[in-house]
């Protein structure tokens, strides 16, 4: 079962404008993930953030995470046309060994 | 590139038989998790091997099996392979076990059963 779900299902925006993505969970975590996937090939890990961080920067990338209403957003700055992918939202769900993944957010950016 | 590596790329099997996927993992590290992703989902996970055990088990039946050998390698097994079993999977390696860790994703197989 899914832990996450990422809204929207899918963003269309131009060069240049910023995406947010939101990711919502259903129990506690230690941590959340999130992850992008270009066409169905391999996923590439984005950023961590901890149940005790609420925000987090990595380059573009802008992560809050708010668990007192279990979610969680992933900020793109100046997006490019190399930024389409899927984004994915992972957690711990509290767990030692696995992640549960939402379905993901299709983000296509247009030049 | 992230240093895992699996074969094959791609697979095709009928109904009923057997595959095994296999899974090299990045230089230093000990624990490797497979999952499966149907197309439009997220990757479900199957399980994990820590230093050659199983460290846990997602929902899946026992036809799915797995081993982890010395260099940290892996495979995963499935048996009596059903239409269902369509899809992308996915091994990630990571220093250590646990869900605060980097996982680190291989390309995955995309296996099509008929």
């Known amino acids: 079962s899914q832990q996450g779900e990422e809204d929207p299902q899918a963003l269309s925006i131009q060069e240049g404008e910023n995406a947010t993505m939101n990711c919502s969970y259903k129990?506690?975590?230690?941590?959340l993930q999130w992850y992008r996937q270009n066409s169905g090939r391999g996923l590439v890990h984005l950023i961590l953030?901890?149940?005790?961080?609420r925000e987090k920067h990595s380059g573009r990338l802008r992560v809050t995470l708010d668990t007192s209403k279990k979610s969680s957003s992933l900020l793109i700055t100046a997006s490019r046309a190399a930024d389409t992918a899927s984004y994915f939202c992972?957690?711990?769900?509290?767990?030692?060994?696995?992640?549960?993944f939402g379905k993901g957010t299709l983000l296509t950016v247009n030049p | 590139e992230t240093g895992v590596t699996q074969s094959p790329t791609h697979l095709i099997k009928t109904r009923g038989q057997q595959v095994t996927l296999r899974c090299s993992s990045q230089?230093?590290?000990?624990?490797v998790s497979w999952y499966q992703q149907a197309l439009g989902q997220g990757p479900q996970f199957i399980f994990q091997?820590?230093?050659?055990?199983?460290?846990g088990r997602g929902n899946f039946p026992p036809r799915f099996s797995g081993l982890q050998f010395p260099n940290y390698s892996s495979e995963l097994n499935v048996n009596a392979l059903e239409l269902d079993d369509s899809a992308l999977y996915l091994c990630?390696?990571?220093?250590?076990?646990?869900?605060?860790?980097?996982?680190?994703f291989g390309p995955g197989t995309r296996l099509l059963v008929l």
């Open positions: 990630a390696s990571s220093r250590e076990r646990g869900g605060q860790e980097t996982q680190y």
């Open positions: 129990t506690s975590i230690n941590n």
């Open positions: 953030i901890r149940s005790n961080e």
């Open positions: 992972a957690t711990d769900g509290g767990s030692n060994y696995k992640l549960t």
């Open positions: 230089s230093g590290h000990n624990t």
């Open positions: 091997y820590y230093r050659e055990e199983e460290n």
